[in-house]
């Protein structure tokens, strides 16, 4: 048994007509993503603070698993991830990305073609607000904006400070923009130990509350606050005005299953391949290159294969994955792996569909819609 399995579910990956499925493949098990989903739910006071990242799945099944289940607000990165929500008819989407160039038209397009959801995007600098602000007026829009803060990432953001409640006063009175609230994502805060990383979240946590003051103070209406992904979020979840952003528990992957072990999500998506070459003892080719399992990590933090767990990875090019075994490892040419990405996030971004497993067969496809820069708009 390997150290993603229990005792009950110990072949749970396993597909009876794995023959039919061509690799690389990424696959996706609906019952596992549906059981991740009611474990979200029942980690929260209401469903109304709920704000799910669409970026891990990027698919139009998923999210409707998530509305079908009660959540109507949504968080995405992209104008097609944005879209595929609209498309879905999901009441509230935050574009958690600040909008430049022609993004700014293709977002009031976007606002424009689906009126039934609740849009909002980010800005954290006066450049943009007045950009946004402008491109608001022209289209006789009025348009919901969020500050984005900068809680130590140093990504993108603006420090929570008197400059940040400057800027929040200002978006307060600009025309053709509605001040609704903060943003805070704090992905630098994934710390393996539970107590150092609610430490850290602390911190973030003290400054956005303080801005949230400040801005009350100088008589603006309360902020919303949406904040965290999933390393911070039980630390949101705990408290009460906080709306949660996790994105990751719908697929899980090893990378947060060994980072965050008080989190019990199940991993619900595998990558299939197969041994395509024994170029010695020793040696297995596989046909998982960079093309098909995220690569920004180093080598050992790539993939973890379920039934290969022993598997050290020594190389990986754009077609190929190359592991080291042990001697009479018994593996042989067309054999199947079972693959947990490290971080399951950017691998979904490289295919274009999912197959589904149901009772460990293959039976349906599911597309990874939003994994492209645009869909229509």
């Known amino acids: 048994m390997t150290s993603v399995e229990r005792p009950s579910e110990r072949d749970w990956f396993k597909i009876n007509n794995v023959n039919e499925l061509d690799s690389p493949a990424l696959v ?3 019952n596992r993503i549906a059981d991740n989903i009611k474990l979200l739910l029942n980690s929260i006071d209401t469903v109304n603070r709920l704000r799910p990242h669409v970026k891990t799945h990027k698919s139009a099944e998923v999210t409707t698993l998530m509305i079908n289940a009660g959540i109507t607000k949504f968080k995405c990165a992209t104008i097609a991830e944005a879209e595929m929500l609209g498309r879905c008819g999901a009441a509230d989407v935050l574009l958690a990305y600040q909008l430049v160039g022609p993004k700014i038209n293709r977002y009031l397009s976007l606002v424009s073609a689906f009126p039934s959801t609740k849009f909002s995007s980010l800005v954290d600098n006066a450049y943009s607000l007045n950009e946004l602000s402008q491109a608001a007026k022209h289209a006789g829009l009025e348009i919901n904006v969020f500050l984005d803060l900068n809680l130590g990432m140093n990504r993108t953001g603006i420090l929570p400070n008197e400059n940040a409640l400057t800027l929040y006063r200002e978006m307060s009175v600009k025309e053709g923009i509605k001040a609704i ?3 805070g994502y704090d992905g630098h805060i994934h710390d393996s130990s539970l107590a150092e990383r609610k430490a850290r979240w602390q911190l973030a946590w003290n400054s956005i509350n303080n801005l949230k003051d400040q801005i009350i103070a100088n008589g603006l209406p309360a902020p919303i606050i949406v904040a965290g992904g999933s390393p911070t979020y039980p630390f949101y979840a705990e408290l009460t005005d906080v709306e949660c952003s996790p994105g990751t528990f719908v697929l899980w992957d090893k990378g947060y299953h060994d980072a965050c072990a008080e989190q019990k999500y199940a991993v619900a998506a595998v990558l299939i391949t197969r041994v395509i070459s024994l170029p010695d003892q020793t040696k297995v080719s596989l046909d998982l290159g960079h093309k098909s399992v995220a690569a920004e990590n180093v080598l ?20 190929h994955l190359v592991l080291e075994m042990p001697k009479g490892h018994g593996l042989k040419i067309g054999d199947v792996l079972y693959g947990i990405p490290i971080h399951i996030c950017p691998t979904v ?7 589904t497993v149901e009772e ?3 039976d349906g496809a599911w597309e990874i819609i939003s994994r492209k820069r645009k869909i229509n708009i």
């Not at 020594?314 to 077609?319: A, H, M, N």
């Not at 971004?349 to 197959?355: E, K």
């Open 300 to 319: 050992a933090k790539r993939v973890y294969f379920l039934n290969a767990p022993e598997a050290k990875i020594i190389g990986q090019s754009e077609e």
């Open 181 to 183: 609230g903060l943003h």
């Open 360 to 362: 460990h067969k293959v």
């Open 28 to 30: 996706f098990y609906p």
């Open 349 to 355: 971004a490289l295919y274009d569909f999912a197959a």
